[in-house]
Every structure is written in structure tokens, then in C-alpha cells.
């Protein structure tokens, strides 16, 4: 599958020499065929190659080398239990997942193309999350079989998926749980919602928790780098390259805290 049209939306929300940043990009595989939208901070189910288990993608940075005229992404991955290397174990929730211990940067083709693979539905193997108000008068479906339902073909239906960290997954239960035992007294609003810990989130969306990292044999490995991750980008800082405590270079470290920061300047130029 090629990904015949790729559009930013909008202007850049900053500029770092060649690199300009991006909030949303646009995607089209036909012309005349739907376009998709990858957003800033946005979950998407995708598959990097055909063998590969499912996993989602969290779209950290979205930007363009101006220079040699490249869409990239910058996607952290997370995986169920049972896809990693150590498998499932009692220790894990149904709801957990687990993130790759690096960020990885990939062209905005791969991303599209690696969505559009289709593929079993997600998760069916595991239990479906408790059905019920959100916080924010949503309602959870489970993942299940839906993923392959016809309502796929309608994007207001298309289920969702969002990963929060374990604290913010044990309040959003906790306040779950607090209004579906029926908590007397008027309604909370949705503002007040949020900050005793609601989730704001779209119909149709599981919502997942990650509370763990691991080592990817594959796709942190030097024989899959150069498919995975655009060679042209260095994110890598101008400091001289120092050792960490373990002895190994600091380099990954610094690449981290350069997405962490650019990605702050982009969300906080709303």
C-alpha cells in the first residue's frame, strides 16, 4: 500500500533550523479514497510488518525535513503482555500494556502504510473492560471483534484506543467506580470531572495503562534501524557525546530529552 497524498494540516507551530513542526497530518492511499488524520498526541493501531503482532503507536512529534523534504514521525510503541519478550504474566492487568524502552522516528509513509495492514482484531483475547460512564458521560465499549465490524468504514464510530499512565488509570476507575455505585447529589460537570481525574475521551475508546517498559529484539536492533528509522534525521544534540553510569553512551538519553522538549514547545503553542 503507498500513500499517494501526504498534507500537513495547518502552519508549523514552531521551526528548529531545517525542521519545522506539525500538530496533524493528513493522508490519502487513493486519490479519490478517505483521508486519514494522524494528530499530535493521538493512539492508532498499526503493525510494522506482516508477522509482527499489533501495537499502538502514540504520535510523540510530527515534523518535516525542509532539507531533503522528509514527513517524519516520532512514535512511541506499546505492546500487550503477551507480544514481549517475557510474556504474560499474573503480575499484568487485562488492561495493561507495555511501552518500547525507545522512541522511535519513522516517515510518515511507513506509519500510514503500516495502519492500513489488516489484521485480526486486537485484544480479543483478552477481557473486555468494564462497560460504563467515562467521566465524562462517554460510555467504554471493549476492543473485541468491532475492530473488523462494518462501523470501521464510519470514522464517528471507529473504535479507539488511549494509553494513560497507572496513576491515571487508577483514578479514572476509582471516579468510574464512585458513579456507577451512584455518588447522590447533583451531576458533576465535566470540568470537575477532569480534575477529580476523568478522562476526556471519544465513544467507542478503551482505554489502556502502561506502567512498564521493555527491550524490543527487533525493532531496536542495527538490521532493522535503517527500514524503521529514517537515516537522513539526527536528533542527537550538539553536546559531546558523554558515557552513563552503565558505561554506555548517553546518546539515546539526549535524542529522549530533545523529542520531550520539542514536543512541549509544539503542544504549548496553542
Known sequence: LSCLLRQWLGAPSCQRGSYAFYKAVSSRARPDGPAKVWKLGEFY???????DPQCIAEVTLLW????????????????????????????????????????????????????????????????????????????LQPLGDKLESKKMNDPAQRQGIRVLSYPQYCRFRSLQRRIQHGARGPVLQDPHLLALGGVKALPHTRLMYCRDTFNHPTLESSSFSW???????????????RRGRDGKDSNSSQSESWIEKMKENVMGSV
Open 64 to 139: 518535516e525535513d525542509q532539507t531533503r523534504r522528509h514527513l517524519l514521525a516520532s512514535a512511541r510503541l506499546y505492546f500487550l503482555p503477551e507480544d514481549t519478550p517475557k510474556g504474560r504474566t499474573r503480575e499484568h492487568g487485562e488492561d495493561e500494556v507495555l511501552a518500547v524502552s525507545r522512541k522511535m522516528v519513522v516517515r510518515v509513509e511507513d506509519l500510514v502504510r503500516w495502519a492500513g495492514a489488516e489484521s485480526a482484531a486486537w485484544g480479543s483475547s483478552m477481557k473486555p473492560a468494564p462497560c460504563g460512564t467515562n467521566g465524562l458521560h462517554k460510555t
Open 45 to 51: 493501531l498499526i503493525r510494522c510488518g506482516p508477522q
Open 227 to 241: 527500514q524503521f528509522r529514517c537515516p537522513s534525521l539526527s536528533l542527537r544534540g550538539r553536546p559531546r557525546k
